[in-house]
């Protein structure tokens, strides 16, 4: 059928026209910005639906608000007013790439000089017996939700074969309509293509709980008509009797008509295209569903604009091209939140997943997941609400460095920052020491922000502040104004604290408890206990594994100083400093049965315990220091410096007097 055209060519033109096939939402972009930059080209679009482009993104709103053209994206005299020769309800049967021309379905020759193919996709009908029967309707375009409205009304049951956006979409609306809807997935869980096997299982109980029913693991084997009513029937053996279906069962490239074409296509039929946007035959490009990238067809509306835009640069003499474009999707699935964002099904091998799933307060069932990749957020996967979402993809998209305990904090919380609000660092002088580390103050912190330092990294770069151990850089962000996480203690400052107080119970018994005696006969248990203060191999032993984990310790110690020697979570790595702190405790008393002994000896053990007494009053500080919003924070932050070099500097003595109680048990 050939409807009437509705534009006039630009006056005086005699370049070669160029011709779009399909009036799709890309194909509109296209034109809309290739006119915006030439005026006079000849501009000819042959669209196969009868009307213009429509929003096909908020198609399931004509199900409930019968008025198309509220989604027409431009009225039909849009294309006239800009010299767009628009021939609607035709399509294209043929094209010569030789001859550069294409042939319509009511039998016109129409030449080109460039041919854009921008058909989109069509609905994937899988090959079920019944599939193409009475009351059986895809969910693609005007005309199927035209008939979806016919055939629904209230007491009616409808069946969705397809657990995706489209499907779960088709079911909201037809519930709106008091339709009775089951949804079909042959998948294991829902939206196989946005969400992982947890999310989409956690997608399934919100959408239970609104009263549709969903059958994952289903697989349709035939339908068929049983008086006025339609008869699913799934390979399990299940029966389910309905008044009409709708098949939301994914989607093809509208290519079918180029299928004797020399054109270039994947086994799906979508057209293969450079980074030019130009097919394997010269002056035809492919944009949108119908053509692959680099092995990649994308579904989303937003590559398909990026592709329209570089398209239509490139054809008026601009030099960009196309790359792979950014995935991510945000959307409100039957009034469930679903954002799929970044590298969200984790490409990369070298990265870890972190998941929460848990009842939030005030959010409701929630699953969160982050893929983290050097501590860095490259992919983001969320069902239900997240109020610091937007945070969190901006720390993604800026490619934040988040701190160790911001990671801990989201595994315990499901939150990566803080409440907006003023922090409490705000309140502090300019002479507070913010980084202990580098000894940096929040004067010189401010100062640097007035200077020019925009985010936490560029602050970080020219102060070095947060470089080393990262614990504040939460402050930073605060001071920058940027969200923040929660100012609590994380798991491995409590075990920290923890170890802390065990050193201070090790070190008053070292002190304090006095020698232990010897046992005054063989045949006594203590006998075989005070053997490792007998015998000189268990002594040399246990010396020795001291002097180990003396080393170990030291080694913990330096970690932040050196660049090298950095691994893993620094955070963890300083409560196991001082755990082995607490251990090298338990062996002194098993060198020594708190014997203090004499001259370079007992000078040992007491410069040996001050030293673990200080690493406690640090590690305590420590522990506090991330409680930024209290008094006790900031005055750990005061003095944890004070206890750390006093404990580095009593350290210094310790070799020398390993060296004398050496030589007094070798050679004295």
Same mark, same amino acid.
Request: aromatic share 8%; net charge neutral; hydrophobic share 45%.
């Given at each position: ?98 001859? &550069?021309? @294409?042939? %319509?379905?009511? !039998? ?7 041919? *854009? $193919?921008?058909? =989109?996709?069509? +609905? ?75 999310g989409g299982m956690r997608l399934k109980d919100e959408i239970s ?20 009513? &339609?008869? @699913?029937? %799934?390979?399990? !053996? ?7 279906? *709708? $098949?939301?069962? =994914?989607?093809? +490239? ?132 997240w109020d610091n979402l937007p945070a969190v993809q901006q720390a ?273």
């Open positions: 059928m050939k409807l009437a055209k509705s534009a006039v060519k630009p006056s005086g033109s005699t370049a070669d026209p160029v011709v779009v096939i399909g009036n799709g939402m890309v194909g509109q972009r296209f034109c809309r910005t290739f006119r915006s930059l030439e005026k006079t080209t000849p501009l000819i679009v042959i669209g196969k639906e009868s009307v213009p482009a429509y929003d096909r993104v908020n198609l399931t709103r004509l199900v409930t608000e019968p008025e198309p053209e509220s989604l027409y994206l431009a009225p039909q005299a849009w294309y006239a007013d800009n010299d767009i020769d628009l021939r609607l309800g035709d399509e294209i049967t043929d094209i010569n790439t030789a001859g &550069k021309t @294409v042939i %319509t379905a009511s !039998g016109e020759t129409i030449p080109y000089g460039k041919l *854009v $193919i921008a058909t =989109g996709s069509d +609905p994937w009908i899988p090959p079920i017996p019944g599939a193409d029967g009475r009351h059986v309707f895809p969910y693609r375009t005007m005309e199927d939700i035209n008939a979806i409205r016919a055939c629904a009304g209230k007491d009616k049951k409808a069946v969705v074969l397809g657990g995706g956006l489209l499907g779960l979409e088709a079911a909201q609306a037809l519930q709106a309509l008091g339709v009775e809807v089951q949804i079909l997935e042959i998948a294991d869980y829902l939206m196989p293509q946005q969400l992982d096997a947890e709980n609104l009263g549709i029913l969903v059958r994952t693991r289903t697989k349709t084997e035939t339908i068929l008509d049983v008086a006025d009513q &339609k008869v @699913v029937q %799934t390979e399990d !053996g299940t029966v389910l009797v309905c008044d009409f279906i *709708v $098949i939301s069962a =994914g989607i093809r +490239p509208a290519t079918g008509f180029l299928i004797d074409s020399d054109l270039k296509r994947n086994p799906r039929g979508a057209l293969v295209i450079d980074e030019g946007l130009e097919t394997s035959e010269p002056h035809v490009f492919a944009i949108g569903e119908c053509a692959t990238f680099e092995g990649t067809t994308f579904g989303l509306v937003a590559p398909g604009y990026q592709m329209a835009d570089v398209l239509a640069g490139r054809l008026t003499g601009g030099k960009a091209v196309f790359t792979k474009p950014d995935l991510s999707a945000r959307l409100k699935v039957m009034g469930v939140h679903v954002a799929a964002l970044g590298d969200y099904f984790q490409s990369d091998p070298l990265a870890d997943p972190l998941t929460y799933s848990e009842v939030v307060p005030r959010s409701g069932p929630c699953y969160r997941k982050l893929i983290i990749l050097k501590r860095r957020v490259i992919g983001i996967m969320v069902v239900g609400v993604m998209e800026a490619g934040t460095k988040l701190s160790y305990k911001q990671l801990e904090l989201f595994e315990e919380t499901g939150e990566l920052f803080k409440p907006s609000g003023e922090p409490a660092v705000m309140k502090w002088s300019d002479s507070t020491q913010v980084c202990n580390c580098m000894m940096v103050s929040k004067g010189t912190l401010m100062k640097a922000v007035a200077d020019g330092a925009g985010t936490v990294d560029e602050l970080s770069a020219c102060t070095l502040a947060g470089t080393v151990c990262g614990s504040c850089k939460p402050v930073l962000a605060d001071l920058m104004g940027a969200p923040s996480m929660p100012t609590r203690i994380p798991a491995s400052a409590k075990a920290m604290m923890v170890f802390s107080l065990l050193a201070f119970f090790g070190v008053g018994a070292t002190v304090f408890a006095g020698p232990l005696a010897y046992a005054d006969s063989v045949e006594v248990y203590w006998y075989k206990v005070d053997q490792l203060w007998r015998d000189n191999l268990l002594r040399q032993v246990t010396g020795y594994s001291l002097f180990a984990l003396c080393l170990g310790a030291l080694f913990l110690s330096v970690q932040k100083r050196f660049a090298n020697l950095k691994i893993g979570n620094y955070s963890a790595w300083r409560a196991v400093h001082t755990a082995t702190g607490v251990l090298t405790l338990a062996t002194l008393f098993l060198h020594t049965g708190f014997s203090l002994g004499t001259n370079f000896n007992s000078w040992l053990m007491l410069t040996f315990a001050l030293l673990n007494l200080l690493g406690g009053v640090s590690g305590v500080f420590s522990s506090l220091e991330s409680k930024t919003d209290t008094g006790i924070g900031m005055l750990s932050r005061r003095l944890k410096p004070v206890a750390t070099w006093a404990h580095i500097l009593l350290f210094w003595p310790i070799p020398v007097l390993v060296l004398f109680h050496i030589a007094s048990v070798y050679y004295w």
